[in-house]
């Protein structure tokens, strides 16, 4: 009932900028969170960025200062802004979206397919 689609993933050099957009859609009452997961090849996913419903934010130490999650909860959207790319940024990443979809306070979690991110001179 709830669809997660990401987009934004392309090829970057190292040190350019991306910005990855994470949409939902479907019978959502509220979003309680958002979270941007990444998983490069022969790692284990690896949570990148959270926020809640009120705005609070966190990162992975390796990100952290670089890459900025904000969202838009009237389009029920999530971004990832990611600056100053490193080689070991490269992953695909993951929306990860913690919903309600009644009143009734329970809460369940959905997930985008993933967008691809390379980053190589």
């Known amino acids: 009932q709830v669809h997660v689609v990401e987009s934004g993933g392309d090829l970057v050099q190292p040190g350019g900028s991306l910005r990855l957009s994470c949409a939902a859609s479907?019978?959502?009452?509220?979003?309680?969170?958002i979270r941007w997961y990444r998983q490069a090849p022969g790692n284990q996913r690896e949570l990148v960025a959270h926020?809640?419903?009120?705005?609070?934010?966190n990162y992975v130490d390796s990100v952290k200062g670089r890459f900025t999650i904000s969202r838009d909860n009237a389009k029920n959207t999530a971004y990832l802004q990611m600056n100053s790319l490193k080689p070991e940024d490269a992953a695909v990443y993951y929306c990860?979206?913690?919903?309600?979809?009644?009143?009734?306070?329970?809460?369940?979690?959905?997930w985008g397919q993933g967008t691809q991110v390379t980053v190589s001179s």
């Open positions: 990860n979206v913690i919903a309600s979809l009644t009143d009734r306070g329970a809460t369940f979690s959905y």
């Open positions: 479907g019978s959502i009452f509220s979003i309680n969170a």
């Open positions: 926020i809640t419903s009120g705005g609070s934010t």
